[in-house]
């Protein structure tokens, strides 16, 4: 029963992010913004309540679950995939390995400047 | 003797929610025994059944998603639900607050810009494109952000899970012929680069490595949203 009371919170949420998004009218996702709330919401309260704490759990355990019906939508697009997925294939790699290289680059040379590395040991 | 299954599928949604659970359970079990390696990301192998199924019984994507969008819209939820291993990582997070943040907005509109020219370089369209800028990451901010770019969200949904896997597989190579060997910093390219595909590999490396990769997750998701249109726009693209 906890479990599901979490579940509406987490709903609730997001439903809040989405119409605050929609009165405001900022391009921004409102389940961002939902997600946002909720991060500010257990920064305040100190104790996180269980049954959220439950909930996003085991929403985001299977989270890969919730998105094959969005991914099974790519039968409806066979002829741009016939057509473009070498091009699609490639950029995705390459962007990716790009992605990899730079972040990495970019991080390893903030981070000893402002942390230091020996103090964050377990 | 041929059955017709159009008819016999029932228009009751239930069957869509029936069907996705069933091939996701056998998905995710051989991912299992496959020691999760992340080409059978039971994902991937779902999408490709469930496609070929339709495809066998003759019924059409809609018919499906009368039952698939019961499951589709647990996303908005489950994106609220990142707040929770966000909120777990802010100790690690306080610490290198900026160095976090600036890496991973600039690891973000790297990576989607190179994607962008390098599409655009190969001739793909510009619906293409646009449906790549946001692969790198977690799928349910990536499909909204593509809706909102103009893009096809079934399109990114299949590109943020390929991208996920390519990090996956070559990320740790990646990080050895660099020289890196600072978990902090192979996790968050790893989480800001593969999302959780990423994560869940950077987790069976190192556990440090696991937390920043989670962490670089976290707050690519919510920096994506705000960087990304404008830094588009910006470039012309939009």
Redesign the interface.
């Known amino acids: 029963m906890r479990w599901l009371l979490g579940l509406g919170v987490l709903i609730a949420y997001d439903q809040l992010g989405q119409w605050l998004m929609r009165t405001v009218q900022w391009p921004i996702p409102g389940s961002v913004v939902g997600m946002m709330l909720m991060f500010l919401t257990l920064l305040l309260i100190k104790q996180p309540p269980t049954a959220v704490v439950q909930a996003s759990m085991s929403l985001l355990k299977h989270l890969a679950f919730f998105f094959v019906p969005a991914g099974v939508g790519i039968l409806l697009l066979f002829d741009l995939l016939a057509n473009e997925w070498l091009a699609m294939l490639v950029s995705m790699v390459l962007s990716t390995v790009i992605s990899l290289l730079f972040t990495a680059q970019l991080m390893q040379w903030l981070l000893p400047a402002t942390v230091d590395r020996t103090a964050d040991d377990g | 003797m041929t059955v017709d299954w159009s008819s016999w599928f029932p228009a009751n949604p239930l069957w869509?929610v029936l069907l996705?659970?069933g091939?996701?359970f056998l998905a995710n079990r051989l991912f299992q025994k496959a020691r999760q390696t992340p080409l059978l990301?039971?994902?991937l192998v779902?999408?490709l059944v469930?496609?070929g199924l339709?495809?066998w019984w003759e019924l059409d994507?809609a018919a499906?998603?009368s039952g698939?969008?019961l499951?589709?819209f647990?996303?908005?939820?489950?994106?609220?639900?990142?707040?929770?291993?966000?909120?777990q990582s802010?100790p690690t997070f306080k610490?290198?607050l900026?160095?976090?943040l600036?890496?991973?907005t600039?690891?973000?509109l790297?990576?989607?810009t190179?994607?962008i020219y390098?599409?655009a370089w190969?001739?793909?369209?510009e619906?293409?494109q646009l449906s790549?800028a946001p692969?790198?990451v977690?799928?349910?901010?990536a499909?909204?952000?593509s809706e909102?770019l103009g893009g096809?969200?079934?399109?990114t949904?299949?590109?943020?899970?390929?991208?996920g896997v390519?990090?996956a597989m070559?990320?740790a190579q990646?990080?050895r012929w660099?020289g890196?060997d600072?978990p902090?910093?192979?996790g968050?390219?790893?989480g800001?680069?593969?999302h959780?595909v990423g994560t869940a590999r950077a987790w069976q490396l190192d556990h440090?490595m696991g937390a920043y990769s989670g962490l670089?997750m976290g707050v690519a998701?919510?920096m994506v949203?705000?960087v990304l249109?404008p830094w588009l726009w910006l470039l012309g693209w939009l």
Do not use: E, N
């Open positions: 869509g996705t659970v091939v996701y990301h039971p994902v779902s999408v469930i496609i339709l495809w994507y499906y998603m698939g969008q499951i589709h647990l996303l908005g939820p489950a994106t609220v639900a990142l707040a929770w291993p966000l909120y802010w610490r290198c900026w160095p976090v600036v890496a991973v600039c690891g973000i790297v990576g989607a190179s994607a390098l599409a190969l001739g793909a369209s619906l293409t790549l692969k790198s977690t799928t349910p901010v499909i909204v952000v909102q096809l969200p079934a399109l949904a299949g590109f943020v899970i390929i991208t390519v990090g070559f990320g990646i990080f660099m890196v600072d902090r910093v192979s968050l390219a790893m800001v680069s593969a959780g440090t670089g998701a919510v949203a705000f249109p």
